[in-house]
């Protein structure tokens, strides 16, 4: 998706309304429309970058670092007892909305309308896990 049909590049141009918590000259932040839970916020680059992956690292810590501020407000102000950090990675992953984006998801309890699991598929069970981490580190140093 281009930048001129982009929702939330619409959002960053004030084509679409929004309801702000944050705005600087790099970084949006805003009440997502589905809330998940009392205020549950995405934050932005003002810039369009596809996802998490492709986005320059100077922005990401910028995004970032609005999002740790977002959640400990949440904690403090909304009284959650503890936060989700969420950002999808293409559709397989579930992104939706193809523009950099984190959620910043306030958690109140056991009984909310979101329920993130760890669940090992038996096929994973015989997995080598020397062999995966070689392959990753070598490629990260």
């Known amino acids: 998706m281009n930048e001129k049909d982009c929702i939330f590049c619409k959002i960053v141009r004030g084509e679409i309304p929004s309801h702000k918590v944050y705005e600087d ?81 306030p958690r109140y309890g056991a009984k909310e309308g979101l329920k993130i699991e760890f669940k090992q598929p038996s096929e994973l069970k015989d997995l080598s896990l020397p062999i995966i981490a070689e392959t990753i580190s070598k490629e990260i140093k």
Do not use: W
């Open 25 to 105: 000259d790099d970084v949006l932040a805003f009440l997502d429309i589905g809330q998940v839970t009392k205020g549950h916020t995405l934050v932005i680059p003002k810039k369009h970058y596809d996802n998490f992956l492709s986005t320059p690292q100077e922005v990401m810590h910028k995004v970032m670092d609005v999002a740790q501020r977002i959640g400990q407000v949440q904690m403090m102000k909304l009284g959650a007892k503890g936060v989700n950090i969420l950002s999808n990675c293409n559709k397989e992953a579930g992104q939706s909305v193809f523009h950099f984006h984190v959620h910043v998801i």
